[in-house]
């Protein structure tokens, strides 16, 4: 079963921020969060991951609470081009590689 | 192109015949997944590889399911006597192995099976 909970849809004006929730409360403490999206007929597509500490790249930004039981995945400024499937997973680790469990994930729908 | 490439895309097969899904990761990769997705659903995990090395095919449905890396690149999943149920689409992933390097995905396969 997938260690993450998110809502099935949300919906976005185009050119605000669109804020991700996801809930993983039974995270370990040497797991990390990883955000992935999928768009219409595509791959998933990474975006980005984290451990404790906020990170930012060119894609979004992740935050992630002081206790780790909950994350928001932020898109500064919603495109159309950004409306897919958002996955946030949680990384179980074993050995020198991993496996990743996938949640049914968020539909995001940015609006004009 | 550098990302990883499936082919074919797409596939139809009549139920009871057996097809083979090509995976050809990014060069240098040498961890590779398989998944498979069904409509509506995440990715499913079948089998890993490293290198070519089958490290866990815990995923794999039943023993009608086959994946090879004979040379640690190119990866063939193999579905014998397909089942309606097999319909999903296939997707297969790679990264360097080491640390927290993220999955870069194909496109996928989309089975039908009629």
């Known amino acids: 079963d997938a260690k993450t909970t998110q809502p099935t849809s949300m919906d976005c004006a185009e050119g605000r921020a669109a804020n991700l929730p996801c809930n993983h409360s039974t995270i370990s403490g040497n797991e990390y969060v990883y955000w992935y999206r999928q768009i ?21 930004s992740l935050i992630i609470t002081e206790d780790r039981k909950s994350s928001t995945l932020i898109l500064p400024h919603a495109t159309l081009r950004d409306t897919a499937v958002y996955y ?25 | 192109g550098a990302g990883v490439s499936q082919s074919p895309r797409y596939k139809v097969a009549k139920r009871g015949q057996d097809v083979a899904l090509r995976c050809d990761p990014i060069s240098g990769h040498v961890s590779l997944f398989w998944y498979q997705q069904a ?14 090395a089958q490290l866990d095919k815990s995923g794999l449905p039943s023993d009608r399911f086959f994946a090879e890396r004979p040379e640690g690149s190119v990866s ?30 194909g496109n996928g396969t989309r089975l039908t099976v009629t």
């Open chain 2, 76 to 105: 063939t999943l193999k579905i014998q006597r397909t089942q309606q149920e097999d319909s999903a689409v296939y997707l297969c992933a790679s990264n360097r192995g080491t640390g927290n390097s993220p999955l870069h995905f």
């Open chain 1, 40 to 60: 219409h007929s595509q791959g998933p597509q990474y975006i980005i991951h984290g451990l404790k500490n906020n990170e930012t790249n060119e894609m979004a």
């Open chain 2, 39 to 52: 409509l509506g659903q995440g990715p499913e995990f079948l089998t890993y590889f490293q290198n070519e």
């Open chain 1, 88 to 112: 946030c997973i949680v990384r179980v680790a074993w050995d020198s590689n991993y496996q990743l469990i996938w949640g049914a994930g968020t539909k995001l729908i940015i609006k004009p």
